[in-house]
């Protein structure tokens, strides 16, 4: 094992590393590095662990990193380096976390990286990937991690990635991804966190996300849904965070938002919402913030409200009418009237 992270070393990584044929585990993580990556590096089949993260390392990432047969942990996020992620990668079968955050690479992601069955965690956010998600990944059942964000992938979500086993996070905004959530397979039974937001996906909101029973955030702002929200929203027991907001939902707001028992942020804003705000709402004790702004909302002003304290809420560019109840003045933040 050789660490020596954490420190000020600068200058490139020595070649002569690749003499280390008995390295298990490199980490020269948070230092000020700079050069490329060398290749000799591939000498090492014993390696583990690479980590070079939270460096200024240039270049590009060498193809023979995917010849090493023992690598399970791969770190180069926050680094300098461009060009593509080498399609090898993975190919050794043994690769278990991948991080490539923050850096500016491009092109697509390899479709193998998942072929050993052992990949955990897959993160290549702030990048500038294009191409789609592969679809391998909708099989990768040993996935615990997601995250893609801000790149240019496109395309579909791929069939099964709602219905991985172990996936905890799905994390995909700010990329151009089309098209609907698909409606079957949708059963991942510890997924907690899923953020599609600013993509351009579109049909209706599946039924079927009711399913995910152990969600906490749901976040889809910023796309192009149409059709209802489906009463099955708030099936999910452990929901704190629902933004469907900048969409082009229609109809009501269902009454089944009293089932959202945890819900603490619940934006619905910038649709074309119709309707009353259902009285149910009130059963949400432990909601902090409600942005139901811009719509086509009518009826009263929903007095049930004031029985929820130290609101956040926004009911702008609507048609509502009646009387702001008293109790409103005690909130933190009241926007009814723009």
């Known amino acids: 094992m050789l660490f020596l992270q954490l420190n ?33 590096l591939v000498y090492l089949h014993k390696l583990e662990l690479l980590s070079l993260m939270n460096n200024q390392i240039e270049g590009t990432i060498p193809a023979c990193l995917g ?17 593509t992620i080498p399609q090898t990668l993975g190919q050794n079968t ?35 990937l294009t191409g789609p998600i592969p679809e391998s990944l909708g099989n990768c059942q040993s996935l615990t991690k997601l995250r893609l964000s801000y790149s240019f992938l496109n395309r579909l979500i791929p069939t099964g990635l709602l219905g991985l086993l172990k996936i905890s996070m799905e994390e995909v905004k700010a990329n151009n991804i089309i098209g609907p959530i698909p409606s079957t397979f949708i059963s991942a039974p510890l ?40 009463p099955q929203i708030c099936d999910m027991p452990l ?40 009285s149910t709402i ?27 304290p130290n609101l956040y809420l926004n009911l702008s560019h609507n048609h509502l009418t009646g009387h702001i109840p008293s109790q409103l003045q005690l909130v933190q933040t009241l926007s009814i009237i723009d």
Do not use: H
Request: charged share 15%.
């Open 67 to 83: 010849d090493l047969p023992n690598l399970q942990v791969l770190y180069l996020w926050k680094n300098k380096l461009v060009g």
């Open 94 to 128: 043994n690769l278990t976390l991948l991080n490539l955050f923050s850096n500016f690479l491009n092109g697509m992601i390899p479709q193998d990286l998942c072929i050993g069955k052992k990949l955990q965690w897959l993160i290549l956010q702030y990048n500038q």
């Open 282 to 308: 009130s059963n949400c004790k432990k909601l902090g913030s409600l942005d139901l702004s811009q719509n086509d909302l009518s009826g009263e002003d929903p007095l049930q409200i004031k029985y929820i």
């Open 8 to 40: 000020s070393f600068t200058g490139a990584i020595p070649f002569e590393f690749g003499n280390l044929v008995n390295l298990k585990s490199l980490d020269l993580s948070y230092n000020n590095l700079t050069g490329k990556i060398p290749s000799t």
């Open 239 to 278: 929901l704190n965070k629902l933004d469907l907001s900048l969409n082009n939902l229609l109809g009501p707001i269902p009454s089944t938002i009293s089932n959202c028992k945890k819900i603490g942020s619940l934006d619905l804003s910038q649709n074309n919402l119709l309707g009353s705000i259902p």
């Open 191 to 230: 997924l907690g966190y899923f953020d599609f937001s600013d993509n351009y996906l579109s049909s209706s909101l599946p039924g079927s996300i009711g399913n995910l029973t152990r969600l906490q955030q749901f976040l889809l702002s910023g796309n192009r849904f149409s059709g209802l929200i489906p």
